[in-house]
């Protein structure tokens, strides 16, 4: 067997201080109510930076604790039937499924669930306004819903900028009337900065992926953007991208690789299947690394799409030069960065899949895998036409089909036997441990 | 009198139609799309529907776990039934039919594509403005295409085109309050999915003639259980024709193919409103009035994102049509119904309206459906005696 080449790796140093974020965040969830917080919930997008002007609150973010309890099978498996003895679809979107089934239960993997005084939550694929409204009457709370709006062509529409910030104006004064309290637009400024910031800095460590060795792997990168999911509106999100930034900037300085046998480049789409993250492990075995993901650059991550459409980290603020003065700049500053985000646009098929195949090229991957996620309509809409376009560039496929947490439509070794298969059609050989 | 053409027949009219005037046609993938700019285009919008045949074209372009709906339209697209499309628009509803539009864009292109971002959220007073930036971006490309401007009275001359058959289709529908109703649920669904892709100055004519006919001698409709359907689209007449044939009779439906799609009318602006103003001005008017008419019809489950002001609607007609069972319908996969379903059932149980939920595919399973109808209607029966 020919010699294979060796890059020097080393563990990220950053991985640990997510893991704890992780877990603070959820503790500081469930105790939310006993410290005097208000808690809200809502969909993973949804304006977190808004709430941050009535003052001390938490948020419980739909996706993110799906995907948590889709890390533990059995937990799953009783959710998704709870929600299913309701009558509900079993092919609605999973995560939804999960929540609502824990909810339902009163069951959590801390405990009991805990009741949410309100729901805000983003509106972009069918069931993100819809899952709060369920949990809404569940509760008896109320439910406040914002869409993002799809532009039909390349560049902003103003009309859109002011639909989007209207309903943020809107959510501000529904809040303080359900809670009776006051709202400090300061707060929300700085909630604000620290979002566009933090998104920023690490759509910037996902660029550094571009390099060969690739610093980061998909498997670590779904622990590093957690943070941005659950928390980018804290000054700690903002700490943790730079000290992340710096890291990854060194990696890439230092030729440091996230696999040292790299020799093969894969892109990913959609979400993995949260309890078998082995999946990439497999892969490894033949040197050949996750390291690009139209999902994951998506999920807390500014990007912009630059005049031929390819996608760049957008600026921090400071990077731009602007500092946010009143409640309207910082609203204007928000509803912008979300409509400009290829990722969120992408919810168009036509742009989805020109920009897989611009992401596959341009983070230099050599083929890619393409999940067939059962359990989320929103990532799997055009991953179809995607597998089209990218043989037409002539990228080689693998597609699979499965359920990001739902075990009952998951096999491990048909996924295995594909994935090996399509790496040894890729001339790849399993190497020496 | 002349005759309804049926959905099957739908592609033979279209053609026979271009023939005729020698103008254009444009597919449409939602009733969220504000025909009337298309009609005073001098354009003939269509509704584009599936052929309900098992063999799935769709299948390298859709993933399997979209709604058979929207695969079948995909499919007949691609089997080069709809080839008379000069044209093809879509507003902003659910993510599966907006795949269907999306490859038809990329594999079935036409010299005309629109897509009109139709807000989600019309519970928020600014959805009004977007909208009419919308529908204001939707004439100007159409103008652009066909080179000449739609005038206000083009425009206002298209909205009481379609007014009046909403009105009319209205009063088709008052038709079925009387016990046993002057029409039956079957041939309402028909007439009503002829005006989705009929000239609805035609339609008009003939549905005026029909209902005339109906004042003096109503159909012979035996009295029967009365029953509400309703769910995801459905262009189906089986279920509908074989729920009468077992003895009941459909009365009323909240379906995107049935009242959703005609339930309300434009309010036109008063023509005070327009006096001593430009054309720009009667224009914008009357793309407020659009608007503000696709803002309040009766919404789909996406548009339906606080108040369930869809399910208010629906006990509304629930009262007003007396029925006394209700037929939830879903197409496999259809994810905005599968969110407001089990909620409905939880309501109509709550309100004492037995009901059933059947999930239907590109083809409707008649013997299995019929053994499940009559069992539930039999049910239902005793437990209204
Ligand atoms: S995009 Fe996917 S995960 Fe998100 S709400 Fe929709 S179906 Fe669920
Ligand atoms: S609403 Fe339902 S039936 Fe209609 S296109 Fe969407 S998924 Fe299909």
Redesign the interface.
Not at chain 1, 143 to 147: G, P, S, V
Not at chain 1, 149 to 152: A, V
Not at chain 2, 124 to 127: C, K, L, Q, V
């Given at each position: 067997m020919a010699e294979v080449k060796r890059y020097k790796t080393k563990p990220l140093e950053c991985w640990q201080k997510a893991k704890e974020i992780r877990i603070q965040h959820y503790k500081d969830v469930w105790s939310a109510k006993e410290n005097g917080k208000i808690l809200l919930t809502g969909g993973e997008y949804s304006f977190l930076p808004l709430p941050a002007g009535l003052g001390g609150f938490e948020f419980l973010g739909g996706e993110p604790y799906g995907a948590t309890i889709g890390t533990d099978p059995i937990l799953s498996v009783e959710c998704a039937e709870a929600t299913e003895t309701?009558?509900?679809?079993r092919?609605?979107?999973s995560y939804m499924r999960l929540y609502w089934g824990s909810m339902f239960l009163d069951k959590s993997p801390w405990g009991k669930f805990i009741k949410p005084d309100l729901c805000l939550t983003w509106?972009l694929?069918?069931?993100h306004?819809?899952w709060y409204?369920?949990v809404s009457?569940h509760f008896g709370i109320p439910?406040?819903?914002?869409?993002i709006?799809?532009?039909?062509d390349e560049g902003r529409?103003e009309?859109?900028v002011?639909?989007l910030v209207?309903?943020l104006e809107?959510s501000i004064e529904w809040m303080k009337k359900q809670t009776g309290r006051d709202y400090d637009d300061e707060k929300l400024i700085e909630a604000v900065t620290n979002e566009i910031n933090a998104t920023a800095l690490w759509a910037k460590c996902c660029e550094f992926n571009k390099a060969i060795p690739a610093p980061l792997d998909l498997k670590s990168m779904f622990s590093l953007y957690i943070v941005n999911s659950l928390i980018r509106y804290k000054k700690e999100a903002v700490d943790f991208y730079r000290a992340l930034y710096d890291e990854v900037q060194d990696r890439v300085n230092n030729q440091i690789a996230a696999l040292a046998t790299e020799r093969c480049r894969l892109y990913h789409d959609a979400e993995p299947i949260w309890h078998f993250l082995q999946l990439f492990r497999y892969a490894e075995k033949y040197g050949a690394v996750c390291s690009a993901s139209f999902y994951v650059f998506l999920v807390g991550t500014a990007f912009e799409a630059d005049k031929n459409g390819s996608w760049v980290a957008a600026k921090t603020l400071d990077e731009r030069g602007l500092k946010l003065k009143t409640r309207a700049d910082a609203l204007q500053v928000l509803a912008e960065s979300y409509i400009d985000r290829p990722g969120l646009q992408g919810?168009?098929?036509?742009r989805k899949?020109a920009d897989s195949v611009r992401i596959a090229q341009e983070w230099r991957c050599d083929g890619a895998l393409l999940h067939?996620n059962?359990g989320c309509?929103?990532l799997?809409?055009?991953?179809?036409?995607v597998r089209?376009a990218m043989k037409k560039a002539g990228i080689p496929t693998m597609s699979y089909e499965s359920n990001m947490v739902d075990p009952r439509e998951f096999s491990a070794s048909q996924i295995i036997d594909a994935l090996e298969a399509f790496l040894e059609s890729m001339n790849l050989t399993k190497l020496e441990a | 009198m002349q005759k309804f053409p049926l959905a099957t027949e739908r592609h033979r009219y279209a053609q026979e139609w271009k023939a005729r005037t020698g103008c254009k046609i444009m597919g449409y993938f939602c009733t969220y799309v504000p025909e009337e700019i298309v009609y005073a285009a001098g354009i003939l919008p269509v509704r584009v529907l599936g052929s309900h045949e098992p063999q799935d074209l769709a299948e390298?372009?859709?993933?399997s776990?979209?709604c058979p709906f929207c695969r079948d339209c995909l499919a007949e697209g691609l089997r080069g039934n709809y080839d008379y499309l000069d044209g093809i628009s879509h507003a902003?509803s659910?993510?599966?039919i907006?795949?269907s539009f999306?490859?038809w864009?990329?594999h079935i292109p036409r010299a005309y594509s629109?897509?009109?971002?139709m807000?989600?959220?019309l519970q928020?007073?600014?959805?009004q403005?977007?909208l009419e930036?919308?529908l204001l971006e939707f004439k100007n490309t159409l103008e652009k295409w066909i080179g000449t401007p739609i005038t206000a009275k083009a425009l206002n001359e298209s909205v009481e085109v379609y007014n009046l058959n909403r009105r009319l289709l209205r009063q088709l529908y008052e038709l079925r309050k009387g016990d046993p109703p002057a029409i039956s649920g079957a041939e309402t669904m028909r007439i009503t999915l002829a005006s989705q892709f009929m000239d609805k100055k035609e339609h008009n004519q003939i549905l005026q003639q029909l209902l005339q006919e109906l004042a003096h001698s109503p159909r012979k409709i035996a009295p029967g259980p009365r029953v509400m359907v309703l769910g995801s689209e459905n262009d189906d007449t089986e279920l509908v024709e074989l729920t009468e044939s077992l003895g009941a009779n459909v009365v009323i439906d909240d379906h995107c193919t049935g009242s959703r799609y005609f339930w309300n009318e434009v309010i036109p602006p008063s023509p005070s409103m327009g006096e001593g103003k430009g054309e720009g001005e009667h224009t914008d008017k009357i793309l407020q009035a659009i608007a503000s008419r696709y803002i309040n019809r009766p919404p789909c489950?996406?548009k339906d994102?606080?108040d369930?002001r869809r399910f208010t609607h629906i006990l509304k007609l629930a009262e007003e049509y007396k029925i006394q069972a209700a037929m939830l319908i879903q197409q496999k996969?259809c994810?905005?119904h599968?969110?407001?379903?089990?909620?409905l059932?939880e309501l109509f149980t709550r309100k004492g309206i037995p009901n059933i939920?059947l999930e239907v595919d590109v083809t409707t399973p008649v013997g299995q459906f019929r053994t499940r109808i009559e069992a539930f209607l039999e049910t239902m029966q005793l437990e209204l005696a």
């Open positions: 309701r009558n509900f679809a092919d609605m979107c509106h694929c069918e069931s306004g819809k409204q369920r009457e439910t406040f819903a914002i869409e709006p799809l532009r039909p529409r009309s859109h002011k639909y209207a309903q809107e919810w168009q098929i036509t899949v067939f059962r309509e929103g799997s809409a055009g991953l179809s036409e089209l | 390298p372009h859709i993933f776990m979209f902003q659910c993510l599966h907006r795949q999306e490859s864009q990329m629109h897509y009109l971002f807000p989600a959220n928020s007073p600014s959805a403005t977007c930036e919308e489950p996406q994102l606080r369930r996969f994810d905005p599968e969110l407001d379903i089990p909620p059932q939920f």
